[in-house]
């Protein structure tokens, strides 16, 4: 990261109705205190993927190279980064350990290509889920709310 470059942090959460089923994200963009909430929902996904696409959508929204603290409480996400999983997929073919394709490699090669095309320093930090930090507990709801008007909009009954 430059001097020059903005800092924001980026929280983000995932949500799934059933595992696969109906799935929500959430990401919330802080930038020296001015917020911006995103949230969508997808039908037949899982936990994983919803927590994976929250990420990416917080960092594909911003509009110019940042340092970017991510808060996860997922440690699949986070994980993949800080015990560098991910450099051992890339490095084996997008196989795992026991030679086994990685699950949601697709939206693991978006999030890297996001980061690398956009010139991001990324940092990620496992926090507690649901434990009195409120971006997280926002995070949260928005997904779930996203689930909720998926369902809703879809006829879906809970």
Not at 91 to 114: C, F, R, Y
Not at 115 to 138: C, L, M, Q, S, Y
Request: proline residues 4%; glycine residues 10%.
């Amino acid at each position: 990261m430059t001097q020059s470059m903005k800092t924001v942090h980026l929280y983000t959460d995932g949500a799934c109705s059933g595992n696969p089923g109906p799935g929500g994200w959430a990401a919330i963009l802080n930038y020296k205190g001015k917020e911006k909430e995103l949230s969508g929902s997808m039908p037949n996904t899982t936990n994983n993927r919803m927590e994976l696409f929250a990420v990416i959508s917080g960092i594909g929204a911003l509009k110019e190279p940042c340092g970017v603290e991510v808060y996860s409480d997922s440690a699949y996400v986070v994980n993949a980064f800080t015990q560098n999983w991910i450099d051992n997929w890339q490095s084996n073919g997008w196989m795992t350990a026991d030679k086994k394709p990685v699950e949601n490699s697709d939206l693991w090669k978006l999030l890297i290509q996001i980061i690398k095309i956009k010139k991001h320093g990324v940092t990620f930090h496992k926090i507690k889920g649901h434990a009195d930090h409120p971006e997280n507990i926002r995070c949260d709801k928005l997904a779930k709310e996203a689930i909720a008007e998926y369902r809703k909009a879809n006829g879906i009954g809970e």
